[in-house]
Structures are given as structure tokens and as C-alpha cells.
């Protein structure tokens, strides 16, 4: 850590002196950015020398000064003005089309080329954040005080990150230093300052400057000024249609460049709302890169409220060009208004890459005018040249964390040297609360800086919980609250199962996973348990795992009902829907990862299947007009399902192919970005008959494909078609069928696109050919969202269709309409239900939110 000799103090305040809290301040030789505190304090230390320093803040006019710096610190009180927006003189085109639409489409076309315009980057980040609950429910409010939680304290975070970027999508983070008081809720704004307006989407919302911005926003041109020498102008964001996931507010855009000089802007994402402010500053002539962030965060949930404000500046930046992009004379023409007028003088791109563009800039060869279209044009296939030299072109980003040994250690002497911005009382307040229990427990006034083992609770075993063992070791306990239930076959019954894993080399997990059931009626223990490995080699992930015992299942592998839903229906409605058999089986599975997109799965069991019967007729509710149903399915295709005890082996191979499929790379670990292909499989399997004394012997083969397509934020479809038969049916019992998820309670707990709803559970299961079909279509805006308010609060709806078809239930279809996402959990749906084209059926469901469920 650098010794300064002296620097620079003082306040920054607009003329009727009131302070302008977190101004940046911005030193050109060092390439460094940072802020005031709330009060508009600021201080940098420096080397003694002659520095260009510059004072911003949204607004008001920069004021820059050449300083020099001594042995001491100087006190230097700026006085920043007011920014006077000029309306400059405008040519009025046909349609009185806004000319912040001209400014907006020159940008846009331009952001491929910013996004490209630096082969790499180093820079130290500063963030520190602070929060505190400002709103909980009244039965909590004792609680929370014991746990030292209240509208006096405030959670406070900081760390200095080293982070470096190198094109087209490698991103490197290093923790120097991190300190933290308590929980950010998920309101950190990493996502924004590790990410680029210039992208088509940031943090999960649509950029203003994204090739979709005018279905999304329209914008007012509201002035320019003249900041640092730059031409800048000011424009309003305005969405189409309010809601979450898009901008509103102001960007500020500097003529002829087209790149951000700063923005103003909202966001609504999952009902936090976040205010963010960017600051830039010129690192060369041509590059302006971003020195400070301020976002104010505000949040509610279930009863809760919560405000938070974050604080980010960037120093020491170390920048390099791409060399292929030099933009000296580029000059972007809006062809939709504007004619070239001005003469050629210089090509955006150097020679050896013209060369390999061919004809793609022919007209840019002879001069540095170009057309949006053409420029679009160039940019993609500069990217696609960019990708052939590259073996990763599926990576979208490759991110990595490092986490310095004494990240945690760093006191509080430290941070005093380190920390740009004083905390404030509410913080100050948060860090003494934290630091006095540590005191309590250990004597260490840091003991915050030491990551803390959770401790074993008795309570722990009701109500679940998971503990890190170290060396890569974790228990994840399952809550006893939820593993108690009832059943008609086994009464009331338990199950527990926890889950113990070991990390090896990062990428390689072990898991051992055992589960013991007891069945009260029955009076019997049944158990199961579960070896799992988990490896891989490069970025290709693999699995292979082992299971056995003797153990209580649905007679539908797929667990149409939940066993908490099937209690609560038995009991108290007298409907136990469930059906379930026994089995004491050896399981052996492989998933191998073949290629990036071709993944392989093999699955072989050996089992001896038992029938079980009804052994309880406990009801809490008896309805005289019901009784409970036997443990045997109804079903059109077989009159009897009941089936002798037998052994059965069989073999499943699934291949699955999703083509265009994309990945982030994290810690050097691939992980598919949902979404992005669709996905075609083939399953087969294969009764064996006299292998391992088996006695089935059918064959069933299904295709099937699936996708999920997002229409930016206002939309999104999921499709998913399978089609099945099985040309071999020797020796099968009903447990062989297919068998389809249906449902018969008010609880929905599948996916949106993977299950019917009004379909009965096993009436239908079938040995002949089978088609099905689920279809949902998901809108930001169609009868109930029209309301502003719902939309905000993150409101969708759905339209969907089922539809199935066999040999002996022909065209079955349902028709529903849903409100998604109540409370950001739940799903309310109505649906009808046809057959052969006539009305069936009527209800309503509740299922989990999409956001939660979709598992194409």
C-alpha cells in the first residue's frame, strides 16, 4: 500500500453552499475517480507533483483545476454551478420526430463498437454500502431487536476490489479487502458496475442503448452543454410501458463520439428499486470510462422495507486500446435523415483487419463517413472474425474471483487509510453493535472480518439448516417440519435425509446422501442411500452415482403429487390421490457431457416390486358422502393394476442435443445461461428380461424437444412436444406404463409447461403411441397488468395449452389463463378442460410463480 507525502481536502457545495454529497472527483495523471461523503467531504491523497483534477456532479458544471501537491494536504473548497442546458438550434424533419431519436439511434449503432473499443483494463474498485430496515411486521419487531436489527443501524459493507478485463468477455476480480456488518438482501449493484450500459441487456433489464431500446423507450431531447470540452447532449428516457425491468430517467450523450458522459437512471427489478448514477470521465481523448457510481436502493417484501446506498469509485485505471479500432475520424450518418456531406478522410479500422473484412467496408476504406447500417454491418463481422480466433465462442462471459488470504484481517486502522467516503452515524452505529458482540464472544474488536461456522441448534433439526464442517465439507439437514405426513397406505409416516458433501480440486464434489423412513400403521423402516460424484474434465461436467435400499415410492417416477398436498387432502377432504408401491432396488446412473451441447445419460436398476395395500383409515375430517380409494389405479387401458411381487431390470439411455447453447464461465466453472437453445431428446428403455432374474421385457422410445424463448421484457414462450411408443410390450406391469402428470387438487407444484392440470393422475397412462404437448405464452402487459401498480409489483399473465393424445384417449386439451408471480411466489390459474372438441371440465389452481418453476 503506497505512502503519500500529502494531497488534497475540502468541501465541495453548489453557491448557496449547501454541500453536494458524493461529488466525484476525478485526477487525469493518476486515472483515478472518487467521491465525497454525504456531506460533500472529500480527501485524496497523493504524490507530491502537478495534477490535472476535475469536481463533478450530475448537473452541475465540472470545474477542473491544476493543483500542485506538497509535503502537506491543501484545503480546497470548491463552488460548482449550476449546469446551464442550452436547447441547441434543431432542423424540424418530417413527423416533428424528437432529435434526441437521431442522437439515440447514432449511439446505439456505435455501442458495439465502445463495447469493442478497449483490449483490456485494470482498474481498483472502491464500494461501500450501507442499509437498514426501516419497516418490519409487529410480531417480529422483538425478535429482531434481540438479533441487534433496528431502524438505528445500519448494515454497512466495504471492500477494495483489483479487477481487470481483457476482450471479449474475460473479467478478473480480485478482493484486496472486505468488511461487512450484516446482509445486503440481495440489493448489491455488482451487477451493474461489473457490467456495461453499451450491452443490449444489464442486470437484467434492457439498456437504453440496446438495438431494442425504440420498442422499449422513447426519448426527449432536453439540451446540451459543454462539459470538459465535450459537446454534450441530454436526453430523457422514457419507457413505453411502465414496469419492471427498463430504465427511466436521464443519459447524457456526447456528440460525434456517441458515448455515455454520464446518466441519471431508475430501475424496478423484483420490487427493488434501484436509482443509479454513473459518472465518467475522458481517460484519453477518445475514451470515457466510468469513475464513480452512486445507487439508491429501495426494497419491500412481505411486510419489510429496507433502504440502501451504495457508493463505488474506480481509480487507477491502466487502459489499452484495440488496435483494430483507432476511430480518429469516424463519422456515424443517421441515412434515415441525414445525407453525406462530409468528405472521407480515414478508415475506423486498421488494414490488416480490412483486409480480412473483404468487402464489408468497402465504403469506410475510402473514408470515415459510414451509415448506421453499415456500421452495424462492419462491427458484426469484425465480432464473427473476433470468435473464429477464439474456443470458447459459446462462453458469453468468463468471470473469476479471488479472495486474498487476508482479505478478512485488515483492522480498522486500515480501513482509515484505504476508505474515500467517512461513514455516517447510522453506519458507524451498525459496525460498534457488531464489533460489541464480537467483543462479547471473543475479545477481538475485528472479529467481523472472520467468516463465523454456524453453529448446531436443536431447533436446527426441525426447522433444517446447512453447516460448512471446513476443508470442503457441508451438512445440509432437511427440516423435520416438512418430513412429517400421512397416507392411507402408511398412515402417518416420517422421513429423514441430510446430505454431506466434499469439495475436491473446486470442481469435483462427492455426496453422500442417506434418507430413513418409518411408516407408524405399518409399523416398519425403510431406507435408502445415495453415493453421487460429481467431476470434471476441462469445462465438461460428468456424474456418476449409486442408490439402494428398500424404500416407498410413487407408482409415477415422476412424483405427480406433493406429499405435504396429498396430507392435507386426505385428511381433510378424504381424497388420498396418491398411489405408491414398494421396492428394494439397486440403482447405477452416469451423465457424461460429450460435448458442449450433446449430453449423454445411461440408467440401469434391478428391483423386486412390491404391491401395497391401504392399511390406515384415519381421516381428520369425515365426510359421509366419500371414502378413501384403494392403493390401485383406475385405468381405461388396463382393467386390473394390480401387479404380483416381481423382479424387475431395466436399462434407460437418454440423449440430449441443444445446439445453440450458451454458458457463463465462473471460478472456472461452466454453467448453461438458461434460455438459450432449445433442446432435443431421445430416450430409450429396455425391460430386460433374465438379466439379473428380470421379468419384464418392453421397449419404449420417446422424442422430445423443448424451448423457452424470452421476447426481450415484454414476453416470453415456452413450448415443450414430446412424442413416444413402445414397440415391444412382452412382459410389462402398469408401473412400466407412461404415465403423464396430471393433477387433481387445487395445488399446482409443476412447472407451467411440463403437466396438465385437470388431468386424472394414472386413468390414462398408456403402452401405445403418445403425443404430448404444453405450450404457455407470458405477457408484461395484457388485461389485469394494464394497471401500472401490478406491474410494478412484478404481475404477469399467462395464456396456456395442453393437449394430449393416445391410442385410447384421443384429443385431450386444456385452455387456461393465469396471474403470475402474486407476491413474486405464486401463480393463480383458471382452466377448462376438452375432449374429442367438447367442453370437459372447469377449476382454478395454485401453482408457484413461473420465474420459480420453469424447467425446460
Known amino acids: 500500500m503506497s505512502i503519500y507525502a500529502g494531497g488534497i481536502k475540502g468541501y465541495i457545495k453548489d453557491k448557496s453552499n449547501t454541500p453536494l454529497p458524493y461529488a466525484t472527483i476525478f485526477v487525469k495523471e493518476k486515472g483515478t475517480g472518487t467521491s465525497a461523503n454525504v456531506d460533500g467531504f472529500y480527501r485524496i491523497a497523493l504524490d507530491t507533483g502537478i495534477y490535472t483534477v476535475t469536481f463533478q456532479y450530475l448537473g452541475y458544471q465540472s470545474l477542473t483545476k491544476t493543483i500542485r501537491i506538497g509535503t502537506n494536504f491543501s484545503i480546497i473548497n470548491i463552488e460548482l454551478e449550476e449546469q446551464a442546458v442550452e436547447l441547441a438550434t434543431v432542423i424540424v424533419r418530417d413527423g416533428n420526430e424528437d432529435p434526441a431519436y437521431t442522437i439515440m439511434r447514432k449511439a446505439i449503432a456505435k455501442s458495439k463498437y465502445h463495447l469493442n473499443q ?69 440489493t448489491g449493484p455488482n451487477n451493474f458496475i461489473f457490467s456495461s450500459f453499451y450491452s443490449p441487456k444489464i442486470a437484467g433489464g434492457i439498456s437504453p442503448l440496446s438495438p431494442k431500446a425504440f420498442a422499449y423507450y422513447r426519448f426527449e431531447y432536453e439540451g446540451t452543454y459543454i462539459d470538459q470540452g465535450a459537446e454534450v447532449n441530454q436526453i430523457r428516457v422514457i419507457p413505453r410501458v411502465k414496469g419492471e425491468q427498463v430504465f427511466s430517467g436521464t443519459i447524457n450523450i456526447i456528440e460525434d463520439l456517441w458515448c455515455i458522459h454520464s446518466l441519471d437512471l431508475a430501475f424496478n427489478q423484483l420490487g427493488i428499486i434501484y436509482q443509479i448514477k454513473q459518472m465518467r470521465a475522458p481517460l484519453q481523448k477518445k475514451v470515457w470510462m466510468p469513475i464513480s457510481y452512486q445507487f439508491d436502493v429501495k426494497a419491500k417484501l412481505l411486510g419489510f422495507a429496507f433502504i440502501y446506498k451504495y457508493i463505488s469509485s474506480i481509480s487507477d485505471y491502466d487502459i489499452k486500446l484495440n488496435p483494430d479500432l483507432d476511430g480518429e475520424k469516424l463519422v456515424v450518418i443517421d441515412e434515415k435523415v441525414e445525407a453525406k456531406t462530409i468528405k472521407p478522410s480515414k478508415s475506423m479500422l486498421s488494414g490488416e483487419l480490412e483486409k480480412e473484412l473483404k468487402g464489408a467496408d468497402k465504403k469506410l476504406k475510402s473514408g470515415g463517413e459510414v451509415t448506421r447500417k453499415e456500421l452495424k454491418q462492419i462491427l458484426k463481422t469484425y465480432e464473427k472474425q473476433e470468435k473464429k480466433k477464439t474456443k470458447t465462442t459459446n462462453v458469453v462471459y468468463n468471470r473469476s474471483i479471488e479472495v486474498d488470504s487476508s482479505a478478512h484481517t485488515l483492522d480498522s486502522a486500515y480501513w482509515a487509510t484505504v476508505r474515500p467516503i467517512p461513514l455516517d452515524n447510522y453506519e458507524l452505529a451498525g459496525y460498534r453493535h457488531i464489533d460489541s458482540v464480537a467483543i462479547a464472544e471473543t475479545g477481538d474488536v475485528d472479529s467481523l472480518k472472520r467468516f463465523k461456522k454456524k453453529k448446531f441448534k436443536p431447533t436446527d433439526l426441525f426447522f ?21 405426513n400421512f397416507n392411507t397406505v402408511e398412515g402417518y409416516h416420517i422421513n429423514y435425509n441430510l446430505s454431506y458433501s466434499k469439495r475436491y480440486r473446486k470442481k469435483n464434489i462427492f455426496y ?50 406433493l406429499q405435504q398436498v396429498n396430507t392435507l387432502t386426505t385428511l381433510l377432504a378424504e381424497r388420498n390421490y396418491i398411489r405408491l408401491f414398494e421396492k428394494t432396488y439397486l440403482n447405477l446412473n452416469t451423465k457424461f457431457q460429450l460435448f458442449d451441447n450433446l449430453i449423454l445419460s445411461l440408467n440401469f436398476e434391478n428391483a423386486q416390486r412390491n404391491q401395497l395395500l391401504n392399511t390406515s383409515n384415519h381421516k381428520i375430517v369425515d365426510r359421509t358422502d366419500l371414502e378413501y380409494t384403494p392403493n390401485i389405479p383406475i385405468n381405461i387401458e388396463l382393467s386390473d393394476t394390480r401387479f404380483e411381487q416381481h423382479r424387475a431390470s431395466t436399462f434407460q439411455t437418454n440423449i440430449t442435443y441443444k445446439p445453440f447453447q450458451k454458458y457463463r464461465i465462473r471460478n472456472n466453472i461452466k454453467t448453461e445461461i438458461s434460455n ?61 406404463f407412461k404415465h403423464f402428470i396430471g393433477n387433481q387438487t387445487v395445488f399446482l407444484t409443476t412447472a407451467p ?25 407470458q405477457m408484461r402487459r395484457f388485461l389485469a397488468t394494464q394497471i401500472l401498480e401490478l406491474r410494478l409489483l412484478g404481475i404477469k399473465e399467462n395464456i396456456f395449452i395442453n393437449y394430449l393424445n393416445t391410442d385410447s384417449f384421443k384429443n385431450y386439451a386444456e385452455v387456461g389463463y393465469s396471474i403470475d408471480n402474486i407476491f413474486r411466489l405464486f401463480r393463480l390459474e383458471f382452466v377448462t378442460s376438452w375432449q374429442e372438441w367438447k367442453y370437459r371440465d372447469f377449476g382454478f389452481r395454485i401453482g408457484v410463480a413461473t420465474s420459480l418453476s420453469d424447467s425446460l
Open 118 to 186: 478497449l483490449d483490456s483494463y485494470k482498474a481498483k474498485v472502491y464500494i461501500k454500502g450501507s442499509g437498514r430496515v426501516t419497516q418490519a411486521p409487529n410480531f417480529l419487531k422483538k425478535q429482531l431487536a434481540k438479533e441487534g436489527i433496528d431502524d438505528k443501524k445500519a448494515y454497512v459493507t466495504e471492500s477494495v476490489n483489483q479487477v481487470s478485463y481483457k476482450r471479449p468477455n474475460i473479467f478478473k476480480e480480485r478482493v484486496l479487502s472486505i468488511r461487512s456488518s450484516g446482509n445486503d438482501n440481495n
Open 464 to 484: 433444517g439448516g446447512g453447516y460448512n464442517l471446513g476443508k470442503g465439507q457441508r451438512i445440509e439437514l432437511k427440516p423435520l417440519a416438512s418430513s412429517f
Open 512 to 561: 453422500l446422501k442417506p434418507d430413513i423412513r418409518y411408516a407408524f400403521a405399518r409399523k416398519k423402516v425403510s431406507g435408502k442411500l445415495g453415493l453421487q460424484y460429481d467431476f470434471s474434465k476441462g469445462y465438461k461436467k460428468h456424474t456418476i452415482g449409486i442408490e439402494g435400499g428398500k424404500y416407498v415410492q410413487q407408482l409415477n417416477a415422476d412424483e405427480p403429487i
Open 676 to 736: 438459450t437453445s432449445p433442446s432435443f431428446s431421445i430416450l430409450y428403455k429396455k425391460g430386460l428380461d433374465d438379466i439379473f432374474s428380470g421379468e419384464t421385457d418392453f421397449d419404449q422410445v420417446e422424442f422430445g424437444a423443448a424451448y423457452i424463448h424470452n421476447f426481450g421484457v415484454k414476453s416470453k414462450l415456452g413450448a415443450k412436444v414430446n412424442y413416444g411408443f413402445f414397440p415391444n410390450t412382452a412382459a410389462m406391469t402398469f408401473l412400466d
Open 753 to 777: 409447461n411440463d403437466s396438465y392440470r385437470l388431468l386424472e393422475y394414472y386413468n390414462y397412462s398408456t403402452t401405445g403411441d403418445y403425443l404430448t404437448a404444453n405450450a404457455y405464452y
